[in-house]
T-cell receptor
Framework: NAGVTQTPKFRILKIGQSMTLQCTQD?????MYWYRQDPGMGLKLIYY???????DKGEVPNGYNVSRSTTEDFPLRLELAAPSQTSVYFC????????????FGEGSRLTVL | AQSVSQHNHHVILSEAASLELGCNYS??????LFWYVQYPGQHLQLLLK??????LVKGIKGFEAEFIKSKFSFNLRKPSVQWSDTAEYFC????????????FGGGTRLMVKP
């Protein structure tokens, strides 16, 4: 089973460039999330979605945008990359919020120089 | 300040040693508690969770965790670690009455020496 798939796994950007991190899940989960992981800081929620057409900000949304046109896909867009966005990004999904069990992708390591 | 604290950032143990990783949170009221694990090169996966009932929760691979409400803690334990337990461990808290989102601790990187 594919589960949650993220692309690309690695990317180097120059300051000011834009890019989209792709995330797709094949479990028909309603909830999807984007986290960033920085050393010693755990995972911080960037954006989340409770279903197609519905998105909301998490703890650290500045500099990012998302969309949710289908149940399967939840892309994360960086419009003007900054060094502070160097991080590892994780996409996750869950059937519902209540159980709290998230299924994670393998992560995307982004470096902004 | 982080609302979910894992005080040990790095832990090194020899095989067969006992493990206890601390997790404290600063929220009042009802909480749901989780431990996630990230093995090298793999994605995060759920280790165990606590919602209600017996405060001693057993998870996969011989791990367990104890919820102590008076101490706002949910420490992870394993009586005898193996080399394959080398991983990063994350505690997470969900507040059902405050948006349902998970808040993660900073993680503890465990290295088990063979």
């Amino acid at each position: 089973n594919a589960g949650v798939t993220q692309t690309p796994k690695f990317r180097i950007l120059k300051i000011g460039q834009s890019m989209t991190l792709q995330c797709t899940q094949d479990m028909n989960h309603n909830y999807m999330y984007w986290y960033r992981q920085d050393p010693g800081m755990g995972l911080k929620l960037i954006y989340y979605s409770v279903g197609a057409g519905i998105t909301d900000k998490g703890e650290v949304p500045n500099g990012y945008n998302v969309s949710r046109s289908t149940t399967e896909d939840f892309p994360l867009r960086l419009e003007l990359a900054a060094p502070s966005q160097t991080s590892v990004y994780f996409c996750a999904s869950s059937r519902e919020a209540i159980t709290g069990e998230l299924f994670f992708g393998e992560g995307s390591r982004l470096t902004v120089l | 300040a982080q609302s979910v604290s894992q005080h040990n950032h790095h832990v090194i143990l020899s095989e067969a040693a006992s493990l206890e990783l601390g997790c404290n949170y600063s929220y009042g009221g009802t909480v749901n508690l989780f431990w996630y694990v990230q093995y090298p090169g793999q994605h995060l996966q759920l280790l165990l969770k606590y919602f209600s009932g017996d405060p001693l929760v057993k998870g996969i691979k011989g791990f367990e965790a104890e919820f102590i409400k008076s101490k706002f803690s949910f420490n992870l334990r394993k009586p005898s670690v193996q080399w394959s337990d080398t991983a990063e461990y994350f505690c997470a808290v969900r507040r059902p009455n405050a948006g349902n989102m998970l808040t993660f601790g900073g993680g503890t990187r465990l290295m088990v020496k063979p």
